[in-house]
């Protein structure tokens, strides 16, 4: 059974920092292309950071500079460093999967305020 469990979510101030965490069980995560996603209410889920297998990684443009995606393949675990936060960034962060079959973590709130 894959599971995937995000953490690190929280409330900040505008201009500054989180860095969510994805810990992954019954999937090697170095086999999966992985990555961010966040939503709102009312709204559809926009991709943040995607991460490819030979380790290239691509940016939603509205996070591009500010945002870095990375993987622990020892840990097994992949991140999103979020700096420079904006209000506009508030959404639920999730971790989504990819090897046999699309996976994803149920997610974490991340708060900005202004």
């Known amino acids: 059974q894959v599971q995937l469990v995000e953490s690190g979510g929280g409330l900040v101030q505008a201009g500054g920092s989180l860095r969510l965490s994805c810990a992954a069980s019954?999937?090697?995560?170095?086999?999966?292309?992985m990555g961010w996603y966040r939503q709102t209410p009312g709204k559809q889920r926009e991709l943040v950071a995607l991460?490819?297998?030979?380790?290239?990684?691509d940016y939603a443009d509205f996070v591009k500079g500010r945002f870095t995606a990375s993987r622990d393949n020892a840990k097994n675990t992949v991140s999103l460093q979020m700096n420079s936060l904006k209000p506009e960034d508030t959404a639920v962060y999730s971790c989504?999967?990819?090897?046999?079959?699309?996976?994803w973590g149920l997610g974490t709130q991340v708060t900005v305020s202004s």
């Open positions: 991460m490819s297998r030979d380790g290239s990684t």
């Open positions: 989504y999967a990819r090897s046999s079959m699309d996976y």
């Open positions: 019954g999937i090697i995560l170095s086999n999966a292309l």
